[in-house]
């Protein structure tokens, strides 16, 4: 269909033009609507040629027209637009074509939408959803295609599903649907909506044939839905199953296609679909008047467009729904609010003569609801996929509107250009700091101020007669006898007198000059240069200026940082003056997005108004949150987890959260008390059944109980005969048991088990355990288990075994290969993804599996138990030259270095945070030290040697430079704690430092550290201190690389798996997010 033909039909025209507008930017990835509405017009409103002419490979952009971008806007033009329609165009999911057939692809995919709409009257973004909703359909009923059919299994124990007092009821994820479950939670929590949905009665007429498809497809949806809300109130179930509203959703469309598709437009297509079956509820109760739609004044509002075209202004009024927001490029929620309330020049707005284009929206109406559709999607032409944007985008929990308002817009307007001057001056202070902070012409620049601190140093410096090669050269030795370097033995032997005498030596061999190894520097010989002659006065006057300049260029430096400071202050409470702040919306709900743009899982952060707290909505976990957890995932820029939705809503329009009050006692309605009758009796049956539900299961638990205690006292039959081994197995594990397993025994699997099965979608088995407080390990080995009862019930314990240690090494396996961040190390998880890792033999994976799930501590039912006596006769069954046991040792006694280095790292690093940097660097020491010897095996044997290299260096550098303020100090007891510091903390370290000579960076910060302590060489003290240093000195500059001893290793406490995982993953993650300089 073309956009002509289109025309011709009443009231489609905008509509379904907008459509086509939103098909082209999603498949060409082209936001410039320009483009988009000049290659419809030349196409003739083909989509197919226009889709051909913007993906052509040497295609010319069209020349643009601004008449018509703004056509839609011109004065007397009443169209209806929905700029939530907008919202979600930037996402397409090419997975499923041909990359070098692309084009031909989406031409065919068009042709064949164009032809289903002229069939049936259905537009593409229907058919999206339909296909969506039969995919998730479909996977919910095939269950064998999913990669994980238990997930959503439900727990046989009914008491699983129970829910706990008034904790509020989740959704079940009935195959991909984490979405629906976001959207809907969001909406039924928003207390006005849920009474408009509760209290809806289907019209008159309903039993009647339905006159048009829109009846035939939103009041079936809208009877589930209120069945749906009302088992949310009054359930007794922790969750409840939505497929038949979704069922509904999916027949109401006609697709045969099931391929998955993006489904962030299901939010306002779903209010399009309520807001059909109000409006068939409100025409039929109208009595002479312009009936009103509920979800049109929660919902919608309008916004005045006001611009110039061609010099000419104009005014138009559009109503919106969801107003869709560009992310990329913006810090906060107001930023985006600005760009997109203004588009184009609009400096021609206060001007007559100019041609320049643009307009501003202005808001006239806010609904009482507001939500915000962030595009965190966008199409990567070059890559030819749709990708996620990860920006970091700040939103505030309260958000004033006012400056948006046509109300407010002369005021809006001189705020805004006041912002816009102070930002100029801002750019200009700041160049001019930067003038100040970075001096030069060269490409090296450094603060002025320390450019003249250094030059004051020169002057200063104490004065010399000769070169700095003069002077060398007297003191070299003759030809023949040495070499041109000194050595550190001739260097001390010398004095001051000795300087004019060639050193002789009966032994001639070559010295290594390095910096500062020699024992003892010559008293007259300057540290630093030094101007050769100045005078007094010269030096008096040049003294003065430097001090003065210096002076003069830090109080410039600290008056520019002010107004800069204050500008920004300014800025930032521009719009908080008492006028401004007459409009405020509070935060209702988040929904999150984590993922990439192909696949992802949803869920949603929604306030509880009444108790004053976040909950987190995640498909049937429902659980207490904080407003830092919704910073951590929805802000985005930390990890790939952010906000897609929010809704926010009026905070002076108390009706949107009022709980309602019973007419005659004014009492508080609850519960079922907020039901009407039909409803109510609907959740009643439903939780009469759930009901009996419970005490079948208890009938069920007496009887098995019975039978177990009568089955204890018949004897037990002889062993099976030994099965043949199979080829490629180890005989160890193929081999029955000896001992007699019943393979009829029933499942008993306890309460945390079977909970931590029904809960497990989208989640790893460490995940899903994580309120079972086991180790990793047994974690692990439980979920095998589980996984594995079905072949446990059919062949008994000897093949429940085989698959469930199967499932765990695959499991063990998958981690081995991953590549995760820092702070989430699977080998101190799991001791097998370590041996995995660096190449272990396969014996010693495989009995070390064995003896986990060997371990005594398995048994929490009568499965478990079976399966650990089956892994013990395994392990009995090894023979003694199948398993190299000191091999074994040595592999575990590796495993048990790499912890203990992990425990000395996070605890130096844990003293590093908390600047108790003398405690720190011992830890840091044995874990480098450590870390070391363990690499020197593998590549994967222990930690990042460049990380707890760069701390044990910085902790040196920050404990020197405390001594050296220390001994600056002159105080004797300050003094001497400055030397004890040098001789038994920084002095036996160096040879750590300088043994590896690969290491630049720890081979400088040596440097720098006796550096430190020889500028003093050339400064006047008291005689005391004189000697001191004098003493200390050859100590520091010792060029031995022999490594001292040192104290015993520091104690190290007992950590559990989990004590030691969580903290490094805090230690971990609190680096990655302060990043050292260096790294």
Known sequence: MTVEQNVLQPGGAAKHQQTFLNQLREITGINDIQVLQQALKDSNGNLELAVAFLTAKNAKVPQQEEASYYQTALPGNDRYISVGSQADTNVIDLTGDDKDDL?????????????????????????AISRVLEASIAENKASLKRTHPEVWSDSPNPYDRKRQDNCPVGLKNVGNTCWFSAVIQSLFNLLEFRRLVLNFNPPA?????????????????????????????????????????????KDAFKSNDSQQQDVSEFTHKLLDWLEDAFQIKAEEERDGEKPKNPMVELFYGRFLAVGVLEGKKFENTEMFGQYPLQVNGFKDLHECLEAAMIEGEIESLHSENSAKSGQEHWFTELPPVLTFELSRFEFNQALGRPEKIHNKLEFPPILYLDRYMHKNRELTRIKRDEIKRLKEYLTVLQQRLERYLSYGSGPKRFPLVDVLQYALEFASSKPVCTSPVDDLGASAPSSGTLPAQTSPSTVEQQGPSSSDVPSTSPVQRSVIHKPFTQSRIPPDLPMHPAPRHITEEELSVLEGCLHRWRTEVENDTRDLQESISRIHRTIELMYFDKTMIQVPYRLHAVLVHEGQANAGHYWAYIYDHHQNRWMKYND?????????????DSFGGYRNASAYCLMYINDKEQYLIEEEFNKETGQVLVGMDTLPSDLRDYVKEDNKRFEKELEEWDAELAQKAQQEKLLSQIPRAPAPSPAPVQAGEPEYLEQPSRTDLSKHLKEDSVQAINKALAEQEDRSPEAIMDTVMLTPNMQGIIMAIGKARNVYDRCGPEAGFFKAIKLEYTRLLKLAQEDPPPECDYRL?????????????????????????????????????????????KLEMIKPDEVNMEEYERWHQDYRNFRETTMFLMVGL?????????????YLIYAYQNNKELLSKGPYRGHDEELISHYRR??????????????????????????????????PCLPLLLVDEMEEKDIVAVEDMRNRWCSYLGQEMEP?????????LPKLLDCSTEIKGFNDPPKLPSYSTHELCERYARIMLSLSRTPADGR
């Open 620 to 632: 049937i976990s429902v659980t207490k949150s904080t407003w830092e957890e919704l910073e951590r």
């Open 103 to 127: 084009q031909r692809a989406i031409a065919l995919s068009l042709e064949e939408s164009n032809r289903a709409f002229r069939e049936t009257g259905i537009t593409d973004e229907e058919q």
């Open 829 to 873: 998880r799991h001791a097998i993804v370590y041996f995995i890792q660096n190449q272990a033999p396969k014996k010693i994976i495989e009995r070390t599996l064995l003896e986990q799930f060997g371990d005594h501590n398995l048994s929490f039912d009568e499965r478990c138990r079976n399966i650990m006596k089956v892994a013990q006769a």
């Open 205 to 249: 007429n309903a039993q009647d044939l339905p006159r048009n498809q829109k009846e035939h497809r939103n009041l079936p949806f809208m009877r589930e839905l209120r069945y749906l809300f009302a088992l949310l109130v009054g359930s007794k179930r922790k969750y409840v199953d939505p497929s038949r509203a979704v069922e509904i959703l």
């Open 910 to 922: 844990e003293f590093f945070q908390k600047k108790s940097y003398m405690e720190a660097l011992l």
């Open 954 to 987: 910085e902790c040196l550098l920050k404990l020197n430079e405390h001594a050296a303020a220390l001994f600056e100090s002159g105080d004797d007891q300050e003094v001497n704690n400055g030397l004890i510091i040098m001789n038994e903390l920084i002095v």
């Open 1024 to 1032: 005391n201190l004189q000697e001191k240093l004098t003493d200390f």
